[in-house]
């Protein structure tokens, strides 16, 4: 494996966890400024030396600190790179450096400020489709994120680390939108993470997805192959929108989007539901909605993008359906160790096979 380390290296240690240990007989130094704590300690006054393990390989040196120091703000981090504390096998480094297994990184003796506790973040365990030492595959249910932010505490990642606590590596390779169910892909492993992003990146993976739309859309409208720009509208929330129009203003910000699309059922009810297969080659942020709404067949129960009075109808009516009809239902993918093809489907949820039914009692 490349890499950027400045300086020579020292002899490798057996791979084995990251842990610190502090240096023996040398007393403990201070700060000259504030610095992040240690990931299991407020305070952090002593030098720590990490080992890097099989988790951790590859990564480059900001991240894998940012992770290992947990609540310390970045810039502070990037100053002790810079600096010229922070050393990788005795020898100086920057903050792209990539790390190897055995590697051993110098932190600084640093001190962070004491903060509340955050809030507790319930342990939660979510159905399983498949799951080996490399990666697990789990069905989300609609309204709970994929992670937290944007006013959200935590997700499926929190809560799934929460859960696990002996797991050493649980990273998200994608994401769904909050409001979409189905299948969400999590690495248990560094390696595994980087060979399946780089299939999504690539476009070597399939990801196949229901989603029911009002109106009936044409059996001859397979492609939707239409630019979308992510923006931030003036209530302070991330929108994206269709760019057709190549002499748009914004045309050269947009970014290529394709979707595919087949009509998996026709159904009655007023104005007419489809019942759509989307597939989509690019994955960007909120590309079936758009696309979909930008054909004039908005998701049922989308609550951006979507039909806002037969929303509330729904949502409102018999069946009491408030949710998006937008379900990730199956995947393709490579695995990352065996180089097998696997092919993963959730089947929908028990409220979107209820509307279904019932749209389909409503036929003359």
Known sequence: MASSIIGAKARKPAP??????????????????PAPAA???PVAAQVRLLTVDEGSAGQRLDNFLIRELKGAPKTLVYRIIRSGEVRINKGRCSADSRLEVGDIVRVPPIRLAEKPADPAIPAREFPVVFEDEHLIVVDKPAGVAVHGGSGVSFGVIEQLRRARPQAKFLEL?????KETSGLLMIAKKRSALT?????????ETGKTYAALVSGAWSKSRKVVDVPLLKFVGSDGERW???????KDP??????RSISLVKVAEALPGQGGYSLLDVTIKTGRTHQIRVHLAHEGHPIVGDPKYGDFEANRALARGALRFDRMFLHARELRFTHPASGETITLAAPLPPECETLLAA?????P
């Not at 084995?16 to 400024?33: L, Q």
């Not at 390779?173 to 939108?177: A, E, F, K, S």
């Open 240 to 246: 994206v929108r269709a760019v057709p129009n190549p």
């Open 173 to 177: 390779v994608h994401r769904l939108d």
């Open 195 to 203: 060979h399946l992003q780089d299939q999504l990146r690539e476009r």
């Open 39 to 41: 990931a299991d300690s």
């Open 16 to 33: 084995g966890t990251a842990r610190s240990a502090t240096r023996g007989g040398a007393a403990p130094a201070k700060a000259p400024t």
């Open 250 to 255: 914004q045309a050269d910000q947009a970014k």
């Open 359 to 363: 749209l389909r009692r409503a036929a």
